[in-house]
């Protein structure tokens, strides 16, 4: 087949890797929170989170001060992409936590496409390069 040649992992990894770990630890609606990036005293290990609490435990282990690495700094914007342009603490404010879920789901699917069509992308100049440098 023509795509059997590209690399099977993706060029998201850490990004696809961030988002399975928030929604891991956002999966019970207990373990999510409204208002505040985190309920509890200890910002390390909080009883629950919202969304960018989340972000921050999993990209620095901290529920505040998500966004410092380039993978998290990524995953926020993706995130942001489909909020209709309320900030993203909003968000999980005024919505519910399966549309919390469905979200990070979204960016997840949209990261794993994004990373296809490049290697889809790469594939076919490595081809036309090969062509060429055949004839």
Not at 91 to 116: C, M, P, V, W
């Amino acid at each position: 087949m023509p795509f059997d040649n590209i690399p099977a992992t993706p060029r998201y990894a850490d990004e696809i890797a961030i988002l399975d770990r928030m929604r891991d630890l956002l999966a019970s609606p207990d373990r999510w929170c409204r208002g505040t990036p985190y309920t509890r005293v200890n910002r390390e290990k909080p009883e629950s989170v919202c969304i960018l609490g989340a972000l921050g435990i999993v990209e620095i282990g901290c529920a505040v001060g998500w966004g410092q690495t380039d993978a998290g700094i990524t995953v926020q914007r993706m995130l942001e992409r489909f909020v209709g342009g309320i900030a993203l603490g909003s968000y999980n404010d005024t919505h519910s936590h399966a549309d919390i879920l469905a979200l990070i789901d979204k960016a997840r699917a949209e990261f794993i496409r994004a990373g296809q069509i490049e290697a889809i992308m790469d594939y076919g100049e490595r081809s036309v390069a090969e062509l060429v440098e055949g004839t």
